[in-house]
């Protein structure tokens, strides 16, 4: 089934480690997003790709890197997880940037930062 | 600043009709979006309007006025499935999505 997968769907993390997490879309859609969603708050916007190789900061980006080296693939970094990144992480693609911009969204990652 | 708001929560009888309010202020407006997102689950893409007026789709439509900055969601012969979230979304000039909080659907038999 086509769509958009996330990993982990769960962890929990240690204050200061390292920790990435991995998006993977197989509709070959050009614009990929990184969002948090925190209970009480709108989904927030950490990363954007409008394609591939390219990257942009949206809302929230302190402390979150991404990278873009091809089309399926749009991992998410926290290079030194605090508490604060608590959060669940959607990643999402859009066949563009612009246009009607119907976002599909991955399943989720829950992530408990200790 | 830039800001969607929606109410909180809302409860509805089954088989009934509700409609969900959104006010939007953005730089710029490129469109307007619904996205439905059940619990524990990621959201659903379930309506996009740009033009003013009512868009329907099935049971779910979909209202505009860019004038008022202001759009609903209205929601027909309700389910108990309909029990999710309602997120609201205004794209701004640089095609990026401001989201609201969401509207906590509660659908009572």
């Known amino acids: 089934i086509a769509g958009i997968t996330q990993a982990p769907t769960s962890q929990i993390l240690a204050a200061g480690r390292r920790m990435t997490l991995r998006c993977t879309q197989d509709m070959r859609h050009n614009a990929m997003y990184w969002y948090r969603q925190d209970l009480g708050l709108g989904l927030r916007l950490i990363h954007y790709?409008?394609?591939?190789?390219?990257?942009g900061k949206g809302e929230v980006p302190d402390g979150y890197s991404v990278s873009r080296a091809n089309t399926d693939d749009f991992p998410l970094t926290l290079a030194s997880a605090v508490p604060s990144q608590t959060s669940v992480y959607f990643c999402?693609?859009?066949?563009?940037?612009?246009?009607?911009?119907?976002?599909?969204f991955g399943e989720g990652s829950r992530l408990t930062v200790l | 600043g830039q800001n969607i708001d929606q109410p909180t929560e809302m409860t509805a009888t089954e088989g009934a009709i509700v409609q969900i309010n959104c006010t939007y202020q953005t730089s710029g407006f490129n469109g307007l979006f619904w996205y439905q997102q059940h619990a524990g689950e990621a959201p659903t893409f379930l309506s996009y309007?740009?033009l003013d007026g009512l868009e329907e789709k099935g049971r779910f439509s979909s209202f505009l006025s860019r004038s008022k900055g202001y759009s609903y969601l209205l929601l027909k012969e309700l389910q108990m499935k309909d029990s999710a979230s309602y997120l609201c979304?205004?794209?701004?000039?640089?095609?990026?999505?401001?989201w609201g909080a969401g509207t906590k659907l509660i659908i009572k038999p």
């Open positions: 999402a693609s859009s066949p563009t940037g612009g246009g009607t911009g119907e976002l599909f």
């Open positions: 979304a205004a794209r701004d000039s640089n095609y990026q999505l401001i």
């Open positions: 309007n740009v």
């Open positions: 790709s409008n394609t591939a190789g390219t990257t």
